[in-house]
């Protein structure tokens, strides 16, 4: 590929996804028919590429649309207890232990709540590494928040799981539009090369009936 090609190649999205080379002139791209191939074979490796992170894209805004509503809930839970004055009447409250089990418990009025912080969850969240969250997998503690701070920390945490929603459907759109961009320039890079071998065979067949034709006139 020409320095040109990689220098329209080298700009990104707001999160560093590179675009994809658009194939306005294929001589820009390949100047002789012996680059075709490794030409054609870089673009399928982006694809393939961006393929790849628009998978993991997906995983990451199915994660994110599922967190949404825990998050919400327990913000709504918090901001309900704030609303619950010294004095008041204890509330029952019933609370989910797994899937199929609840328990009943009497609620009295409280300044402090206790939050699970699973650091796996922050950092998918955040959209993190696969890495970073192995190392942290077993980091899940729960700590107990004045109910301001709570609040204010669960209104951060829903903000931002909900910015990193946008920017994960953004990237997805983006990386669509890439894979169109790569497989149109895939398909020009072909039809150019097979452009290029008809008129080499054209060539081929005038030189050679030239030939002829002057075989012909030196025999006369």
Known sequence: MSDHAKGKAASTNPR?????????????YVSSRE?????????????????FMEV????????LKE???????????VQFLKTRKAGSEPIEATFELNDTLY?????PPTDEVYLWLGVQEILRDTCMTTTALTLYSQANVMLS???????????????????NLLNCEE??????????????????????????????????AETAKVGKKKASSAEG
């Open 171 to 204: 990237d997805l759109d983006f990386l669509r539009e890439q894979i169109t961009t790569l497989e149109v320039a895939t398909a020009r890079v072909y039809n150019w090369d097979v452009t290029q071998k008809r008129k080499e065979r054209a060539a081929l």
């Open 35 to 51: 680059e075709v191939e490794s030409t054609l074979k870089s673009f399928q490796e982006m694809i393939s590429k961006y393929q």
């Open 67 to 77: 967190k949404l509503p825990d998050i919400q809930k327990t913000l709504d839970t």
């Open 56 to 63: 993991n894209t997906q995983r990451r805004a199915a994660g």
């Open 103 to 107: 328990a009943k418990a009497h609620v």
């Open 145 to 163: 928040y004045p109910i301001p701070e709570a609040e204010s920390l669960l209104e951060s945490k829903l903000s931002s799981a909900k910015q």
């Open 16 to 28: 560093g996804i590179p675009y994809a080379p658009f194939v306005d002139k294929v001589e820009d």
